[in-house]
DNA sequence: CATACGTGGTC
DNA sequence: TGACCAAGTAT
């Protein structure tokens, strides 16, 4: 993948419009749209980070709220611990970095809910530090126009993160530009399945297809599963207690799944993760909603 | 390192 | 139609 200008100036003409890349945007709005992003497309994502920032303008405003109020306004992101631990990061950054998101790699990587790859976009995408910001589609495009392989292998942080360091740019800004870039391209151009490489603006020099595009041939990715499953059953149960007002009882829960130990087992994990809580009257309800 | 963790769209 | 996929993190 070299070239870096022919990438640079393609995410110039193309970069979709997207409201957490407007420069005026907080590091607290670039940080909610990278958690609200992790697994959740971006069509699902930006309306309800349109709301949460309309709402919740600063971290010590969304750290200001209930638990069971952020995780109503979560809606069906998906994954909703997500949510508790970005109401638990608010917090913090309210309390000990007066109100305004870390900028610090280290630091930020001490907040729950962020990971490698959160706490470089967070420090690439709203401070426009260079350091490598690996994601599933950087690991992708990688994968393919620098290794000429099919698809990325399993994940091995230390080593995907050494490989885009490489490609980086110099220039801090320019290099926060170009992971952005890069990102892009794996989302619109050199997608997972059927990738547009008519339209690439790499395609010249991309070692995959140089290579012919050989078949992806590293080992089977596991598939995951979900009807049936526990998450299944925990988003059910959720459901019902976003879309009442009040705590409900344990009746009103068994409608959410029919068989009775899953159900049980999978109410009880909720309740390990504090993502419901029971009254004193034995009823059921978001955290501090009741 | 593998697995659990939501939800909905696509081919 | 059902498997695959979507800007990962925590354990």
Redesign the pocket.
């Known amino acids: 993948m070299p070239a870096a200008d022919v990438l640079l100036s393609w995410f110039d003409r193309t970069a979709r419009d997207?409201p957490?890349?407007d420069p005026d945007c907080s590091g607290w709005g670039v940080l909610v749209?990278?958690i609200m992003?992790?697994?959740?497309?971006?069509s699902?994502v930006e309306p309800i980070w349109r709301e949460w920032l309309a709402r919740w303008p600063v971290p010590s405003a969304l750290a200001a709220s209930s638990q069971g109020e952020v995780v109503r306004a979560w809606g069906?992101?998906?994954?909703?611990?997500r949510a508790l631990?970005l109401h638990e990061a608010a917090g913090v950054i309210a309390a000990e970095h007066g109100d305004v998101v870390p900028a610090d790699i280290d630091t930020l990587l001490g907040l729950?809910?962020?990971?490698?790859?959160?706490?470089r976009?967070v420090a690439a995408f709203a401070y426009g530090q260079r350091c490598p910001v690996v994601?599933?589609?950087v690991r992708?495009v990688v994968a393919r126009a620098v290794h000429g392989a099919g698809d990325a292998g399993?994940p091995?942080t230390t080593r995907d993160m050494a490989d885009v360091a490489k490609l980086l740019p110099e220039q801090d800004a320019v290099a926060a530009k170009y992971s952005a870039a890069l990102?892009?391209l794996?989302?619109l151009v050199c997608?997972?399945?059927?990738p547009q490489c008519a339209d690439c603006p790499v395609y010249d020099t991309c070692a995959w297809q140089l290579a012919g595009r050989p078949a992806y041939t590293g080992p089977v990715?596991?598939?995951?599963k979900?009807a049936g499953?526990?998450?299944?059953v925990?988003?059910?149960l959720?459901?019902v207690l976003r879309g009442a007002t009040g705590p409900v009882t344990r009746g009103q829960l068994d409608a959410a799944w029919s068989e009775a130990g899953q159900r049980d087992r999978c109410l009880d994990?909720l309740l390990v993760d504090g993502l419901v809580e029971q009254t004193d009257s034995g009823l059921f309800a978001l955290p501090g909603e009741h």
């Open positions: 997207l957490w890349r749209s990278e992003l992790q697994q959740t497309p971006v699902r069906k992101l998906g994954y909703p611990r631990r729950p809910g962020i990971g490698a790859y959160t706490a976009a994601d599933t589609n992708r399993p091995a990102m892009e794996g989302a997608t997972a399945r059927n990715k596991a598939v995951q979900f499953t526990d998450r299944q925990r988003g059910r959720l459901d994990s």
